[in-house]
Nanobody
């Protein structure tokens, strides 16, 4: 079993910055992909950023050039640096971890979500 602990959400003014982090803890789990998603009530969940084990990263179109994803593989932690925040970035942000269990079976875990609110 893997637990994800997210932190860093909050209230920020437009144009401001926030940093999110997500720590994965658990045994016998090999992490492949770590990423961030967000969801606004009543709307589809959006992929914000994904960091692959290879080092490749991928971003959603709405955040390219403003958000940066990074990961510390030794600490099983993924970060999301958010800059130039806009009111439309307001959402519940979820951490997702994709990897392999002790017998090689693919396993996916989601964090509980951290709220980001961009408002003046």
């Amino acid at each position: 079993q893997v637990q994800l602990a997210e932190s860093g959400g909050g209230l920020v003014q437009p144009g401001g910055s926030l940093n999110l982090s997500c720590v994965a803890s658990g045994s016998s789990f090999s992490i492949d992909t770590m990423g961030w998603y967000r969801q606004v009530p009543g709307k589809q969940q959006d992929m914000i950023a994904v960091a692959y084990k290879s080092g490749v990263t991928n971003y959603g179109d709405s955040v390219k050039g403003r958000f940066t994803i990074s990961r510390d593989n030794h600490k099983n932690t993924v970060f999301l640096q958010m800059r130039s925040l806009k009111p439309e970035d307001t959402a519940l942000y979820y951490c997702k971890v994709d990897g392999r269990g002790p017998w090689g079976a693919r396993q996916i875990y989601w964090g509980q979500g951290t709220q980001v609110t961009v408002s003046s």
